[in-house]
């Protein structure tokens, strides 16, 4: 477990979070551009993915989806190489999209993409769908220790989160964030929500206190950092400090997150303002259609979530839940969708969610 | 590209990646020389610099040690060192960011600016002055390179981050110890120590242009080792002595197979050692005794190797062609010039300060598409006719010339006149790309037209990049979107929708 020095210890320094974001954008729309002028221009759609996947993920744009499809079919269309099919493979992955994705693999490896890219994202879709969790975590562990660099040990701290080692996974994040050498905060920014997670949400006995640390941590490398806002909100409203909670979702708003909206009108009607709070519940519900709507997948275990507290819709929500468990059956995905099951009163739902994932559940 | 990208350690924050480093005489007045380095490959209009790196160009005092096949640049230990940091932003009343920094002068002095301020700012004496902020990248590849076939520029119509340095030759560099320099840039990350270890010494730095890129990285080469994150952990003008074996062989070999892409031998073994030892010593030789003009790059390194006295200040200019010539002297030791497919960067360097062009304005995209039911070959055969007249709203086409450059002349329903140039076809490949030359409120216009097989039918991409011009950047694209898909949309009734 983290040691208070660590914790006390600023971390690396980085560039600032409003500049880097800035420049983030900046970067993405240059590559646009020059995708725009000839999309096969080397590297160029494959830096578009990059930069629209950082956007989504630190900044909760939430048009990237749309956006990378709009990419991924224009590339397509204009590029018979192995580049193609890479590049739909990652974009059906950010979209959950994990069957289509290891079909994009299958046709890039008929084309004679490099061997290692096509691993590496088979690596991905086999641990978000919790399968073959032996061999993905020798592979991780093999590329961390080979490269011992931060894109490979955050991934195998959140495998071994995923695998309820989290002292282990604790340790790895550590390492991750203490020995990158780089100036952006994106990397550290994500390290440390990462632990925050994992001492707020993952560990078997949480830590608030300490979860809070490591969210506040990721705000400071990165302001506009939408989901850690919401998890430190989260934190925040579990102690009774509404005011501080809105103050922190407030500025996140403009990213159009639903789950900003929700955990918003939480906050507004536990300070009694019950008119604000449902007009808050209303956009929550609103986005989450919407997303829905355009990327079931993607978004189905979020939307569970929601619909299985404020948004007040059971029966929705074990849908979803149910959704999200076929998609990718992992640990995480069972037991949420167990927990709605035993919510909504279907025990027997519940138990055959188990006994269907049995098989394919992490060990 | 020059240094654009290098790294797996640079690719890390864009505003810490050197993209290249300029050494010339002030086209404005001879005695002053101007250092110049540029960071954030593609910039977009709102790049800022990092507020944690410091940006640093060096310069030492340099003495040939050696000539011919024993060609050696000697560097001075002492360094002429111009630092710049910038702040986090601020924001004026409408809200627009900006961003102050600060450039730490040789002697100690310190020189407010403000980034993207055209005019910079200059020491009360005069004797240094310096510009920050989006420039037009000055750096143009037109090849891929590693099978040297002609492509248009790849960096057309990029920016990226410029900070330049204009000073007083003679009170400056004091040019009375020789005239002779070397010039290096740098990217320095703050130099705390972590819990796990100390900070890195630099994420970037760069010497001559494509050292990491094309030379360390030969692109030509296969099944190597990247060695760039090695080479960027070095310390300029003191390669660590053990791993300099391991640089010089890789230079060798990246020098014998530069040799070798066009199929002819033109470099001696000895001569490429030679050679090797040189570009392994990396830094911009420049001599403010002597001109440098667009075409002295690299010219005091060959003719010292030559074993003749060089004429030229060597240096790098804006406008210098630097990867032709390099792409020369190594592919046939300049036996025959090599020009890629472009013949400058998007804009020409300029005369007065701070001497790159303004950045480029973002290019309006307008994008269409049909599928149809009949195959590639049959909807090429209408609409790949540059001089066809199958568009709706044409009345008459004419072409003047033939082949790469023609003209087409359209006279539109409404009565316009609109002159077109072809700049490109690919019978095969189904595609071709013109340029708007007069009848459109436009600047910068390429078009590009592709059919391309999909299932039993095929789909065509039409798309078109431009600045409006006398007109809103809305107007045009709905005209260019509404000349597009109505031209699309005729195709359906002769070729059938694909299902």
Not at chain 2, 136 to 161: C, E, G, M, R
Not at chain 2, 240 to 260: C, E, G, N, Y
Not at chain 2, 333 to 352: C, I, Q, S, W, Y
Request: charge should be negative; aromatic fraction near 8%.
């Amino acid at each position: 477990m983290t040691s208070v020095a660590e914790v006390e210890h600023p971390g690396p320094a980085a560039t600032d979070g409003e500049i880097a974001a800035i420049n983030l954008e900046s970067a993405c729309r240059g590559a646009w551009a020059r995708f725009a002028q000839d999309p096969r221009l080397p590297g160029v759609a494959e830096e578009i993915v990059d930069s629209e996947r950082l956007a989504s993920q630190f900044l909760g744009d939430l048009d990237v989806l749309d956006r990378l499809d709009l990419l991924a079919s224009k590339f397509a269309r204009a590029d018979d190489s192995s580049r193609a099919p890479l590049v739909q493979a990652e974009v059906a992955s950010a979209a959950h999209r994990f069957d289509d994705a290891r079909g994009y693999l299958a046709r890039a490896a008929r084309t004679g993409a490099p061997r290692e890219a096509i691993e590496r994202q088979a690596l991905a879709i086999d641990q978000a769908c919790g399968v073959e969790l032996d061999a993905v975590l020798a592979a991780r562990r093999g590329f961390a220790k080979a490269s011992g660099r931060l894109e490979d040990l955050v991934p195998l701290g959140a495998l071994l989160a995923d695998l309820e080692r989290f002292a282990e996974a604790d340790t790895v994040y550590r390492r991750a964030l203490f020995s990158y050498d780089d100036v952006s905060p994106f990397p550290l920014a994500w390290v440390c929500f990462q632990l925050g997670m994992l001492w707020g949400e993952l560990a078997a006995v949480p830590d608030p206190a300490l979860a809070a640390i490591w969210y506040r941590r990721a705000i400071d490398y990165l302001p506009g950092y939408v989901k850690a806002r919401v998890h430190l909100a989260e934190i925040y409203a579990s102690q009774d400090r509404m005011g501080d909670a809105e103050a922190l979702l407030l500025p996140a708003l403009s990213s159009r997150d639903p789950e900003v909206n929700w955990r918003l009108a939480d906050v507004l009607i536990a300070q009694g303002r019950f008119e604000e709070g449902e007009r808050q519940l209303d956009a929550a519900r609103s986005g989450f259609d919407q997303l829905l709507g355009r990327h079931l997948l993607a978004f189905a275990d979020h939307a569970a979530e929601f619909y299985a507290g404020s948004g007040n819709d059971r029966r929705r929500a074990l849908e979803l839940a149910r959704t999200s468990v076929a998609n990718h059956p992992t640990r995480r995905a069972v037991k949420q969708a167990q927990a709605i099951a035993v919510i909504g009163g279907e025990a027997a739902a519940a138990s055959g969610l188990h006994e269907a994932c049995g098989a394919g559940m992490p060990v | 590209m020059s240094d654009h990208v290098d790294g797996p350690r640079s690719i890390g924050d864009p505003a810490a990646d050197i993209t290249d480093l300029f050494a010339f005489t002030s086209p404005e007045n001879p005695a002053r020389t101007v250092l110049a380095m540029d960071v954030f490959p593609s910039a977009g209009e709102d790049a800022m610099f990092s507020n944690i790196i410091d940006y640093a160009i060096a310069v030492r005092h340099m003495t040939v040690a050696g000539v011919g096949n024993n060609a050696k640049f000697q560097p001075a230990d002492d360094e002429i060192r111009f630092s710049f940091r910038f702040e986090t932003l601020k924001h004026d009343a409408a809200g627009k960011a900006i961003q102050r920094g600060v450039c730490k002068l040789p002697d100690g002095r310190e020189l407010s600016l403000t980034v993207n301020e055209e005019n910079g700012t200059s020491t009360p004496e005069g004797d240094v002055r310096v510009f920050a902020g989006l420039r037009s990248d000055p750096f143009y590849l037109a090849w891929d390179i590693a099978i040297l076939k002609k492509l248009p520029n790849l960096l057309q119509h990029t920016n990226v981050l410029c900070i330049v340095v204009e000073c007083d030759t003679r009170r400056v560099l004091d040019p009375a110890k020789g005239s002779l320099f070397g010039a290096i840039a740098e990217t320095v990350p703050p130099q705390k120590r972590g819990l796990l270890g100390p900070a890195i010494s630099r994420i970037d730095w760069i010497g001559r242009p494509e050292q990491t890129n094309m030379r360390l990285n030969n692109p030509a080469m296969s099944e190597i080792t990247d060695l760039r994150d090695l080479w960027n952990q070095q310390t300029p003008f003191a390669i660590s002595k053990v791993l300099q074996p391991l640089f010089l062989q890789r230079l060798k070999d990246s020098i014998a197979t530069w040799d070798m892409l066009d199929g002819k031998a033109d470099w001696m073994p000895e001569a490429i050692a030679a050679t090797a030892n040189v570009l392994l010593d990396d830094f911009l030789l420049f001599d403010v005794a002597k001109p440098i003009n667009d075409k002295s790059h690299l010219e005091i390194e060959k003719s010292t190797l030559s074993g003749r006295p060089y004429q030229t200040g060597g240096g790098r200019t804006v406008d210098a062609n630097s990867i032709d010539i390099l792409l020369t002297w190594l592919v046939n030791n300049d036996r025959e010039f090599l020009l890629g497919g472009a013949t400058g960067a998007t804009k020409p360097g300029m005369n007065v300060f701070p001497y790159f062009a303004t950045p480029n304005t973002e290019l309006q995209t307008v994008s269409e598409s049909v599928e149809l039911a009949a195959t590639p070959d049959d909807v090429w055969s209408l609409i790949g006719q540059f001089g066809g007249a199958w568009h709706p709203l044409n009345a008459r086409v004419s072409l003047t010339g033939a082949g790469i450059g023609q003209l087409r002349t359209i006279l539109t329903l409404d009565g316009q006149q609109i002159v077109e140039r072809l700049e490109a076809v690919d019978e095969a490949k189904r595609f071709l790309r013109y340029s708007n030359i007069a009848g459109m409120a436009v600047s910068h216009y390429t078009s590009t037209l592709e059919v391309k097989p999909k299932g039993s039918g095929s789909v065509v991409d039409w798309r078109a990049q431009f600045l409006a011009a006398n007109a809103t950047d809305r107007a045009m694209k709905v005209r260019v979107s509404t000349l597009f898909k109505t031209g699309l949309e005729s195709l359906k009734p002769r070729f059938g929708v694909a299902k």
